[in-house]
């Protein structure tokens, strides 16, 4: 009997430490973000409400930029919701180089009247002034689409409203709520036709959409959390026809610590004018002083006499928000910090994240039926789109880091551009959205290549100048 006992009790502390190991391994795995053993509940019964109200679900976009279009667009479709697009201007020009990729024209459905200039030729301006030329990898029918933002936005705010999209021309000044889980409470002011002064107004929701940029009140309201800026600088610059006609289907990109301690400086077409800007991170206080000297790269391609029509200025995000859903919130575009490094794009990605955010959002609430979690959210919109672009994101960050840190860097990211193979890569990537490359034998090449590229560029390059920025520093993160 006490053999069987001992037996019997050897039998039950084996069982135990064997359940004890897979709750510990099962736990860290979870903290690893791995999924082994058993499959968790599914997130609808972590918070899930099935409703019947006897009213459609109430969805508010803060925003009116192409994301919060493209998301408008998306739930004024949707069975069972009332959609309300705010937006503080509905004429409003929002400050960028206005570059579209070739995937966005099909994809987004946009005419052809949207794209003022179909840009099928870049020149690469190096700090010594070596000129690459790129593009002719293209095929016949590629081209970046350049547009002014007042009209793309425009035209996507406006087929959001056809379709059903409750329009509000209003400043969003606080969103209240007692849960993360709402209801939420927009308070705004209204702008009606004719009036300079708005109209204190208020209107619950039971989900918001925070397109509402860079300076974003709704990330504010959901503590998103604080992410390091650009400034970018533009002027709209009317020029004589014969020096636009150099333009007609041309962009031009200066690198150099002059125009840019960290990033680059540019000379883009529009419809009958050119847009000249740059940005900076690291030393924003002087960005005037870049300004002005991209201006007196390209003066003379830009003429005798050029015409300064607007000139903006507006913050970038550097990266993405460290929380983009909180509750039944979720923030898209530059309000999450979907901006690229490197190139600075953020108009395919604003939109693809609003049409993005929406599509999963109205899938979850089952025809209008429920209301759907912060996990589930998270689970589906965020998940998919880091798992789409967030290898573009992590690629141009590092080569922003690499190449634009020194004018030998940037001597050397323009001699290898004029390689055949970066410069199909890199169209190839920019205008589908697909990290490019794979090709063993040229990736090789390709590496030895660069470190040809940055000896021969640190022995050309100008020292790069100092400059001291310690408040601007401390602001960092």
Known sequence: DCKARRTELASKLALHSTRTATMLSTLAASALGLNIGATPAPSSSRGAVSMDLGRPLRVAVVGGGPSGACAAEIFAKAPNIDCTLFERKMDNCKPCGGAIPLCMVDEFELPPEIVDRRVRKMKMISPSGREVDV????????????????????????????????????????????????????????YKPGEKKGTPSEAEFDIIVGADGANSRTAKAIDAGEYNFAIAFQERIKIPDEKMKYYEDLAEMYVGDDVSPDFYAWVFPKYDHVGVGTG????????????????????????????????????????????????????????????????????????????????????????????????????????????????????????????YTNNGAREAFVDMCASDYVQKVTFDSYLYKKVQGNDPINDIKLLFNTIGSVIKGNAIAKPDRTFSNPVESLKRL
Do not use: W
Request: proline share 6%; aromatic share 8%.
């Open 135 to 190: 593009g002719r990898t293209l095929k016949e029918n590629e081209y970046i689409g350049m547009t002014r933002r007042e009209v793309l936005d425009a035209y996507l705010r406006d087929r959001a409203v056809e379709l059903g999209a409750k329009p509000v021309t209003g400043l969003v000044q606080k969103v209240e709520f007692e849960d993360a889980n709402g209801p939420y409470t927009i308070k705004y002011s209204e």
């Open 280 to 403: 900076t991170v690291v030393n924003r206080p002087a960005i005037s002083e870049y300004q002005a000297a991209i201006r007196e790269r390209c003066a003379d391609r830009l003429g005798p006499d050029p015409k300064v029509m607007k000139v903006e200025a507006h913050p970038i995000p550097e990266h993405m928000r460290p929380r983009r859903v909180v509750g039944r919130v979720a923030l898209v575009g530059d309000a999450a910090g979907y901006v690229t490094k490197c190139s600075g794009e953020g108009i395919y990605f604003a939109a693809k994240s609003g049409r993005m955010a929406a599509e999963e959002i109205v899938a979850l609430t089952a025809g209008g039926t429920r209301l759907p979690t912060e996990m589930e959210i998270k689970d589906t919109y965020l998940k998919k789109f880091d798992a789409a672009y967030g290898p573009t994101y992590l690629v141009l960050d590092i080569l922003q880091k690499v190449f």
